[in-house]
């Protein structure tokens, strides 16, 4: 049966499978703590019971079970960060050579593997902590950075010119989170009638869906060489390893002089507003099941849900500033700027109503995302596809879990004088991504024009061409 190029239903499935699960994940932990520290059943039969007691007894118990269930995810980050980035580094450079699939299959398998010890933890009532050593199992077979990382080549293989390039990639990042807005809201309901344990068996199933589709129906795009010409060139093992190992420094040295500053600025704006984004995003959930909003499992449910306006917004912004002839660092600051006016907002917001408001200003806060892949794409040969994700994968990947780690230590430093904190640092840490983009706006950068391909010019033809479409 000939296979198909579509990559679109393998991201939408996992995006679905994946957030069907992601907020029960923190609610799992958090119940469990709850029920441990306090020796008391979780209050669930309405909004305000949890909250309603306003002794300081209740409150310090309260407080304790937001530090520890910050500190059990900042453990689990930590146990997982360094493998899953080893890997994903390996991997996606490897798909260059041996294919797109294997990217995005062994984070399947990975993904697969965390998902059935949810289940088994919650099903038998065992130890909460046997989580941290699932995460660090699943993350030897990479993690969502290896996963998008061969998605994203993957598109990368397909499109001839930048402004497909540019809408296919941000059409991927809307079709995460459109199906993560719709299993988020399934999310509470499906909680609330079947308990955990449904939950987390749909998502494994769902992700065996998604694992046969990329193994036996999804096309590869990359076609290995024949037996004897990767013989000619030397043992096969010699080559992927130096293929692994070597394909981010080719990729740099075969660019021109020009062409390394501004693809190595565009990774520094990418890496730092990553940082500050996912940090104050990954603690979402955390803070609204705090004093004074205690949310429901709910309307938790709803609030992971808007992020399928945001990425719809985002996505509907990238497709009509693209046509529309708008410089691509144009739409980065305001991507930028939108997550700084929401995080600041977020901060203060002290009831259910503000909280949904104040997430309008971030409807245009992943724009930033896919224009600066497909930015950076267009500075590297198609040859070198596989290495430039990779190493994006792999900054992606560390600076999220770093992120992760280090939000997770401010929250439960400051959780007791003002949760809101970590939302202004996120804000802050904003102004970096920010002077980049004002540096690499200053030196010139020509983003109207597509780049021609690196490898066919010499350094001093480099430097006098504009690099940026």
């Not at 009638?193 to 065996?208: C, K, R, Y």
């Not at 013989?231 to 390893?241: C, I, V």
Request: charged fraction near 10%; aromatic fraction near 12%; charge should be neutral.
């Amino acid at each position: 049966m000939k296979g198909l190029f579509l990559v679109e239903p393998v991201v939408a499935l996992y995006a679905f499978s994946s957030f069907l699960i992601y907020p029960l994940m923190q609610q799992y932990v958090y119940r469990r703590l709850w029920e441990d520290l306090t020796n008391t059943t979780y209050p669930t039969s309405d909004n305000t019971s949890r909250c309603a007691d306003n002794s300081s007894n209740h409150s310090s118990y309260n407080e304790e079970v937001q530090r520890q269930a910050s500190l059990f995810s900042l453990y689990t980050e930590l146990f997982s960060t360094i493998p899953s980035m080893i890997v994903t580094l390996m991997l996606v450079a490897y798909s260059d050579r041996g294919g797109r699939k294997i990217a995005i299959i062994m984070p399947l398998i990975g993904t697969l593997i965390y998902t059935l010890a949810f289940l088994t933890v919650s099903y038998f009532e065992l130890s909460i902590y046997l989580l941290i050593g699932s995460s660090l199992v699943s993350s030897l077979f990479g993690g969502l950075g290896t996963f998008l990382g061969g998605c994203f080549a993957y598109v990368a293989d397909l499109c001839e010119d930048g402004q497909q390039k540019t809408l296919r990639m941000a059409g991927l990042d809307m079709m995460i989170g459109l199906l993560a807005g719709v299993a988020s809201i399934a999310t509470g309901y499906f909680l609330r009638a079947a308990g955990f344990n449904w939950p987390f068996l749909t998502s494994a199933l769902i992700q065996i869906l998604i694992l046969l589709y990329a193994i036996f129906i999804l096309e590869e795009t990359v076609k290995r060489p024949p037996a004897d010409a990767v013989f000619q060139e030397g043992s096969p093992q010699r080559s992927a390893l130096k293929q692994m190992i070597c394909g981010v420094y080719d990729m740099y040295t075969g660019a021109g002089r020009r062409c390394k500053i501004v693809l190595a600025l565009l990774m520094l704006i990418f890496t730092s507003f990553s940082f500050a984004y996912v940090g104050g995003i990954s603690l979402m959930t955390l803070y609204t099941l705090n004093k004074p909003l205690c949310w429901t499992e709910i309307l938790i449910g709803y609030g992971s849900a808007l992020s399928t306006t945001v990425f719809l917004v985002s996505f509907g912004g990238v497709l009509v500033f693209t046509y529309c002839g708008v410089p691509q660092l144009i739409i980065v600051l305001m991507g930028i700027l939108s997550v700084v006016t929401g995080m600041v907002l977020v901060a203060f917001t002290k009831t259910t109503l503000m909280m949904f408001i104040v997430k309008v200003p971030m409807l245009l806060s992943i724009m930033p995302f896919p224009v600066l892949r497909s930015m950076m794409s267009k500075l590297i040969s198609k040859s070198e596809q596989g290495a430039l994700f990779a190493f994006l994968s792999f900054l992606e990947n560390l600076t999220n879990n770093v992120s992760s780690a280090v939000f997770n230590s401010v929250y439960a430093a400051t959780v007791v004088w003002f949760p809101g904190f970590i939302f202004l640092l996120s804000a802050g840490l904003c102004v970096i991504p920010l002077s980049v983009l004002g540096v690499v706006a200053v030196v010139g950068v020509d983003v109207s024009k597509e780049v021609k391909e690196p490898d066919t010019y010499s350094e001093d033809q480099n430097d006098n061409t504009p690099l940026l479409s």
